[in-house]
């Protein structure tokens, strides 16, 4: 592959030595490289296809890491880590040991905020820019935010406070009309009417350039004043809601021509106060197939670009019958079931339609699918709404982005005990996407909370099980379940309630019990052969099967509980409250996700390297059952002791 500019930049200041002309050659190059280097690790792929030139400009135009700049999401900043010395670090992108698919602080001095949830930067920029100035230093700090991201309520709040500041920031709208789905709601519109190519806008557009290079040539100062003023009313008049809030609005810029966005930057950094550069992008520029399909190709994984990736049809997994299926796709068949027989059935999903099986419903359903955009807060009074009018509303959403949504779950919908079902997907290690991605905390955040019913199923079967027990309940419930496949039960078709707090003995032993929440129960199990350790199916976190735990208790000598949430606050606290509650003297220990956060990884790897596997287990309770015996065993492996409590 040709590199002969890129292998020149190890960082922005080489980028800086090029001349403007050179600029479209580097950006071929590195959009070359970027496909290659992600068709080999996966990864976010279309998203960063589209911001090759534009990372290439805020490099080129500010004086990096000095000035700022902020990633929203950060999904789309591999071209960033590239031209900031993570050229060959690309190569272990988001692998155990690698760099991170998201902008991180720790990882290099040009990631200027930790990002990954979304609609965070302009906050970020704001509290820099007003730091900055407090500490008497001078920078230009910039947001870039996509059209996406900017549907979260927390963009707006920070544009809000930013009028009144009284600092420069410069927040950069990265508007390729595409969340991961295609964009949603008024502001999607409102965006596609700026860039519209009428034949009005189209002149003005023209009438804008021919001013821009106008006003660049001239030498004349009042000309040239005269000319930047004109050409901001003409921006201004079309982009009414910026404008409103408080920012200066110019564009909409070519986001792949690099001399209209170099000057663009360089004119916007130049003013003073709140700018908006709307700049429009194409998702997955530049490799034919993610600009016709920027959904399949907005995280990938290992695929040859030749080839593309392989056909829905022929990906394995994918259909009904035997073949092992993920959570998700139990979920998504389940809510289509459901829907068919209940029509008070609604979903709702922040914006993350494939993500959450949601494909098939949205499909067959369309007026009783809510796509609300990158939005919790609202996706969860939304849903309440709904419920007060008698809808059965199912919210969609990962356990990671839920936290978002903490007080909206107290205090709509628990409080008022509204029948909404959380489906909680990639609860516990979500994998390469790392610590912002980990479902580690929910079981320990929804616990706490009064009526709310909290289900972990063990295999997909139970998961449909628990689904269908929750929306016959009529009060809030979550069913939690992690990021992919199951164990390759079979998925019964008839729906079957379940024993609400009934948990479910699945080996009868001696000595230890293992009380087992969610998927890892199957690790469990095998530990429980090894151990001759009765093994237990909790099945519900909420309410907790309390007369089986205190009989374990009263005829075991050691109660061990696993779970793949933070061991802090989780199912397996619960289970010490209650044995202390029943004043039971019995020895305990808690195996889950230690007090730290966890690194990006394989799922497998991260859970084995944690000890959440089976010798992981099988060592853990033979090391707390006989300390002495443990330093002679031919034990393969031993868990980390910050798993262990
Ligand atoms: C709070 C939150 N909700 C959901 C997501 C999942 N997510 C990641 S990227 C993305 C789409 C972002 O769209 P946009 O900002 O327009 O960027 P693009 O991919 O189009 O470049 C979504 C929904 C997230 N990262 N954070």
Avoid at 201 to 215: E, F, K, P, Q
Avoid at 298 to 312: S, T, Y
Avoid at 390 to 416: C, E, M, N, W
Wanted: hydrophobic share 45%; charged share 20%; with cysteine.
């Amino acid at each position: 592959m040709r590199r002969k500019l890129l292998g020149t930049i190890d960082e922005p200041a080489d980028l800086r030595r090029l001349a403007p002309a050179q600029l479209p050659e580097l950006a071929g190059e590195l959009r070359a490289f970027l496909l290659e280097s992600v068709s080999r690790t996966g990864g976010h792929l279309a998203s960063n296809l589209g911001t090759v030139e534009l990372s290439i400009a805020l490099h080129y135009v500010f004086d990096t890491p000095h000035d700022r700049i902020i990633w929203d999401v950060g999904h789309q900043a591999y071209a960033h880590k590239i031209l900031t010395g993570r050229r060959a670090a690309m190569a272990a992108l988001r692998k155990i040991g690698g760099i991170s698919g998201f902008p991180r602080r720790q990882e290099s001095p040009y990631d200027a905020f930790g990002t990954a949830h979304a609609s965070t930067s302009i906050s970020a920029a704001l509290g820099m820019a007003v730091g900055a100035r407090h500490a008497g230093k001078r920078r230009h700090v910039a947001a870039v935010i996509g059209d996406g991201a900017l549907s979260a309520g927390m963009a707006y709040e920070a544009m809000n406070n930013a009028a009144q500041a009284g600092v420069d920031l410069l927040v950069i709208l990265n508007d390729n009309g595409m969340s991961i789905s295609p964009g949603v709601g008024s502001l999607h519109q409102h965006l596609g009417r700026i860039a519209e190519p009428h034949l009005v806008r189209g002149a003005r557009a023209s009438l804008g350039r021919s001013i821009a290079r106008l006003a660049r040539a001239a030498r004349a100062e009042p000309v040239r004043r005269f000319l930047e003023r004109a050409q901001r009313r003409a921006d201004e008049s079309s982009a009414t809601l910026f404008k409103d809030l408080g920012f200066h609005y110019s564009g909409p810029v070519d986001g792949h021509d690099l001399d209209a966005l170099v000057a663009a930057l360089r004119a916007a950094g130049a003013q003073h106060g709140p700018q908006l550069l709307h700049v429009r992008t194409v998702k997955g520029r530049g490799y034919a197939r993610a600009e016709h399909d920027p959904v399949r190709y907005h995280g990938v994984g290992k695929f040859d670009p030749e080839k593309g990736l392989m056909a829905a049809s022929a990906a394995p997994a994918a259909a009904a019958g035997t073949e092992r299926r993920t959570f998700t796709q139990v979920f998504g068949e389940w809510l289509c079931d459901i829907a068919d027989c209940d029509e008070r059935i609604v979903a709702v999903t922040p914006a993350m339609r494939e993500g959450s099986g949601l494909v098939q419903f949205a499909a067959r359903h369309p007026e009783r699918y809510f796509d609300v955009g990158i939005a919790e807060q609202h996706a969860v009074t939304f849903a309440a709404g709904l419920a007060c009018e008698g809808r059965k509303p199912v919210v969609a959403i990962y356990s990671t982005f839920l936290q978002r949504a903490y007080d909206q779950l107290i205090h709509d919908v628990q409080l008022q005990n509204l029948p909404v079902m959380f489906a909680i997907d990639r609860g516990g290690l979500a994998g390469a996407d790392g610590p912002t991605h980990h479902g580690a905390f929910d079981l320990s955040f929804l616990r706490c909370i009064p009526n709310i019913t909290v289900m972990v199923p063990s295999d997909e079967n139970e998961c449909r099980r628990m689904l269908y027990t929750g929306i016959m309940l009529n009060t809030p419930c979550a069913v939690r379940y992690p990021r992919g496949n199951g164990a390759g039960v079979t998925v019964e078709r008839p729906m079957q309630v379940m024993r609400v707090g009934k948990a479910q003995i699945r080996r009868d032993g001696r000595g230890v019990a293992i009380l087992a929440f969610g998927p890892l129960l199957h690790e469990a199990l095998a530990a429980g052969e090894r151990l001759d350790a009765t093994v237990v199916d909790m099945r519900f976190v909420k309410p907790l099967d309390e007369n089986l735990i205190l009989q374990l208790a009263r005829t075991h000598e050691l109660l061990v509980t696993i779970e793949d949430n933070a061991v802090r606050g989780g199912a397996g606290s619960a289970v010490a409250e209650v044995v202390a509650a029943g004043d039971l003297a019995v020895r305990m220990l808690h195996l889950g996700l230690p007090d730290r956060f966890i690194d990006h990884g394989e799922q497998e790897q991260l859970l084995s390297s944690l000890g959440l596997h089976c010798e992981g287990i099988v060592a853990a309770i033979s090391q707390r059952e006989r300390p002495s015996a443990l330093r002679n065993a031919a034990l393969a492996y031993l868990p980390e002791p910050a798993a262990l409590h």
